[in-house]
Each structure stands twice: as structure tokens, then as C-alpha cells.
């Protein structure tokens, strides 16, 4: 019976098929003694679009974020190869952050809330333990708000590259869409927003999950080693 490989996160292959090659291609191979407008623009997108599609595929595991990216990718292509405004791509880059902050909010009106689903549930997590030892200590009150703070802190994240992303993309994309210049502006703005954006977005996000371990560990008075599932 074929069992469904587990998935191992690659951030440098993630960094360098998703962000780095996409924007050397935009900016190196976009004239027209090359690649050409649009097919440099194809060609840039085919590597993340590949790449998150391969993933979706391999694993058979339902990703918002990762459905969020391929339809990412597939507005920029369209915004370039339809020659649209370039106002949409602004709009485009803020809304997907602003998307995955308002499902964050949504879902703590859901029996699922995603924060729970990401950091307190039983994969990594010894809940039943955890649990016990809330209400042993009279701290699950505590807690929760704790984690609806958290919750508040990630929709935080999202609006703040949402802010930056609309930002970026109205500095940098300046050229009408369908030509080089566009193309190369696209791949500045790409490659910007690693160090401008996602790393500032992933330090919070860092800094938020060590919020909560510290709620955790301070609401049950167990130390890391007891937090974590044995394996």
C-alpha cells in the first residue's frame, strides 16, 4: 500500500525556486534579444507555480497558505500577460496577507481556530498533559486569553505585510505591465520583499509562538522537555 511521503519544510529550496530564480530571470532574461516580456514573465512564474503545485501534489495535503500562493502567482501572471493596470498587482500583493489575517480572525468564531491548529494541538504538543495541569492550577482562563492575544498578535503580522507589500509594489512597479521594464521592476520587487518583508513577518512570527511556550510553561509549571510529544 503507498503511503504519502511526509513533508520535510526546504527553506533555501523554497528561497531560491520561489524568490531568487523568478526575479534573476525577470530581470536578467525579460529583453527581447532573450526571453522576451512575455516569456521571461512565464518563465520567472513557472518555477513557483511548479514548485507549490509538485508540493500539493506530492504530499496530498490541503494547504491554504500554499493555494494562497499558486493563486498568487497566477494573478501576477495575468496582470502581466493581459497588460492590466499595475495598480491590480499593488492591490494583489496586499490582499493576500490581508486574506490569511481576516481567516486567522474568522476562525476564532470557528470550532477551529487556526492558531490552535498550528501551535496547541497534539501533534507537537502533549495536550492531554497540558490540559490536566491548566486545571489543576486554575489557569485555563488564563490561557485562553493568552492564546486570543496571540491570535490578535499573528492577524497583527498579516496586516503589517499586507502594509508593506501594497507599499513595495506601488515603489518599485512603476512601468506599465507587458513590457521589460516591468518585468524588471517585478523581479526587484520579488527580491526586496525576502529581507524587507518576509523576514521581519517571520521574526514576529517567532517571537509570538515563544509568547506562547512562555504562557504555556508559566500557566502549567512544566518545563520545555514536558511540553513536547515523545517520539
Known amino acids: 500500500m503507498n503511503s504519502t511521503p511526509t513533508h520535510k ?32 514573465l512565464i518563465a520567472a512564474l513557472a518555477f513557483p507555480l511548479g514548485w507549490g503545485l509538485f508540493e500539493l501534489v506530492k504530499y496530498r495535503k490541503f494547504n491554504f497558505i500554499a493555494l494562497l500562493g499558486l493563486v498568487s502567482v497566477l494573478l501576477t501572471g495575468s496582470i502581466g500577460l493581459f497588460e492590466l493596470d499595475n495598480k491590480w498587482l499593488a492591490i494583489k500583493e496586499a490582499a493576500i496577507p490581508a486574506v490569511i489575517g481576516i ?29 490536566q495541569k491548566l486545571e489543576e492550577n486554575n489557569s ?23 502594509t508593506m ?41 517567532m517571537a509570538i509562538f515563544y509568547y506562547l511556550w512562555r504562557s504555556i510553561q508559566k500557566a502549567t509549571g512544566l518545563k520545555l522537555e514536558d511540553l513536547i510529544v515523545k517520539k
Open 9 to 40: 519544510p526546504r527553506p533555501m529550496v523554497d528561497l531560491i525556486v520561489s524568490v531568487i530564480l523568478p526575479s534573476l530571470i525577470l530581470m536578467k532574461l525579460s529583453g527581447e534579444d532573450k526571453l522576451g516580456t512575455s516569456g521571461g
Open 103 to 131: 481567516a486567522v480572525l474568522i476562525s476564532t468564531f470557528t470550532p477551529y481556530p487556526l492558531v490552535r491548529a498550528m501551535f496547541f494541538n497534539a501533534a507537537i504538543m502533549d495536550v492531554d498533559t497540558i490540559k
Open 140 to 162: 485555563t482562563e488564563m490561557f485562553e486569553k493568552r492564546l486570543m492575544k496571540a491570535t490578535y498578535f499573528i492577524a497583527g503580522s498579516f496586516v503589517f505585510s499586507a
Open 165 to 205: 507589500n501594497y507599499v513595495l509594489a506601488k515603489w518599485i512597479v512603476t512601468s506599465p505591465a507587458g513590457t521589460e521594464a516591468f518585468n524588471e521592476e517585478l523581479g526587484q520587487m520579488t527580491l526586496y520583499s525576502y529581507p524587507m518583508i518576509a523576514i521581519p513577518s517571520m521574526i514576529m512570527l
